[in-house]
C-alpha cells in the first residue's frame, strides 16, 4: 500500500485514525476533530482515506506485487459529526489483476454514515521499483499510531490555493507532506483537492454554504511534480447538479485524475 500514513509530517497522518484487530477483523476508527469537518460535518475526502486504507491493507497482501486504488466512490450523509466513525470492510470480488471492496462507516451507536466503494488493479514489482511498504492487519495497529493532530483546518494545512472560487478551480503544490510513499500526491489529498473545487464552485455561485456528499475518482496517473490543478464544470442549473472536475498535473499538462462530485446544503 502506497498510501498509507507516512510519519508525523505526513497530513494523513494526522487525521485522527486509528486502527483495532479484533475476532481476525481490522476496524479503522476515525476520531472527528475541529480540523477535520466542514460545517460540523466530517470531510468526505477524509472518508476517502479511511475507505482506502482499510479496504487497501486487506487486499494488499502480496509482497511481489503493487496493489493501486484505481477509483472509489464515496457516499455520505450530511450529519454532525459524531464522536467516532468505525470503518469494516468486505471483499465483493477478488481475481488475479483485479479487486473490489465495500466498505461501511458507522458511528458507535451502529448509525450508518456513510459507504465507499473501492477498485484495486495489482501490478507485479519491478526490481527497480522502490521498497514496498507491506501492511498486514496485525501490524496496522502500530502503523496507525497517534502522530498528533492536525494545528490548522486541513484545508489550510494542505495548502489548497484557490484561483478561480466561482468556477470551481484551485490548486495544490505538491509538497513532502502530501506525498505517499511512492513519490506522488497521496490519494485523501487528490480527493480533498476536488472536493475543495466543488465546494467552493456551488457555495460561491448560489450564495449557500454547502457540503460535498459525493465523491466518484477515477485514478489515471501519478502526480509527482504539480502544482496540481482543478477544472471544474457544473453538469446542470441547480446547486444540486452533478460537478465534473479534472486534476491537472500542470507540470505535464496531464489530467490524473477524474472526479464527480456533488453537494448538498450545509445541515
Not at 450529519?79 to 465495500?102: D, F, H, M, Y
Request: glycine share 8%.
Amino acid at each position: 500500500m502506497t498510501d498509507m500514513p507516512g510519519g508525523e509530517m505526513s497530513v494523513p497522518s494526522r487525521l485522527g485514525v486509528q486502527a483495532r484487530f479484533e475476532d481476525a477483523t481490522l476496524t479503522l476508527d476515525l476520531t472527528p476533530r475541529p480540523e477535520t469537518l466542514h460545517h460540523g460535518v466530517v470531510r468526505a475526502s477524509v472518508l476517502s482515506f479511511v475507505i482506502d486504507a482499510v479496504s487497501g491493507i486487506a487486499v494488499d497482501q502480496d509482497p511481489d506485487g503493487w496493489t493501486l486504488t484505481s477509483d472509489m466512490s464515496v457516499r455520505m450523509r450530511a450529519v454532525p459529526a459524531p464522536e467516532r466513525i468505525s470503518a469494516v470492510n468486505t471483499i465483493l470480488r477478488q481475481g488475479r489483476r483485479s479487486v473490489t471492496c465495500k466498505v461501511e462507516l458507522t458511528s458507535d451507536d451502529g448509525e450508518s454514515i456513510a459507504t465507499g466503494a473501492v477498485g484495486f488493479v495489482k501490478i507485479p514489482r519491478r526490481d527497480t521499483d522502490p521498497p514496498k511498504p507491506f501492511v498486514t492487519p496485525e501490524l496496522a495497529v502500530a502503523l496507525f499510531r497517534d502522530f498528533g493532530s492536525l494545528t490548522r483546518p486541513l484545508r489550510d494545512e494542505a495548502g489548497i490555493e484557490v484561483l478561480d472560487a466561482a468556477n470551481g478551480v484551485v490548486q495544490v503544490l505538491v509538497t513532502p507532506g502530501l506525498r505517499n510513499p511512492a513519490g506522488t500526491l497521496q490519494g485523501a489529498m487528490v480527493a480533498l483537492l476536488a472536493e475543495a473545487a466543488a465546494e467552493d464552485l456551488v457555495s460561491t455561485r448560489f450564495e449557500t454554504p454547502c457540503v460535498v456528499t459525493e465523491l466518484d475518482l477515477r485514478f489515471l496517473g501519478q502526480a509527482p511534480v504539480g502544482p496540481v490543478r482543478t477544472r471544474s464544470r457544473l453538469l446542470g442549473p441547480g446547486p444540486d447538479a452533478s460537478i465534473e472536475i479534472e486534476l491537472v498535473d500542470t507540470s505535464t499538462d496531464k489530467i490524473t485524475t477524474l472526479v464527480y462530485a456533488r453537494a448538498v446544503p450545509a445541515p
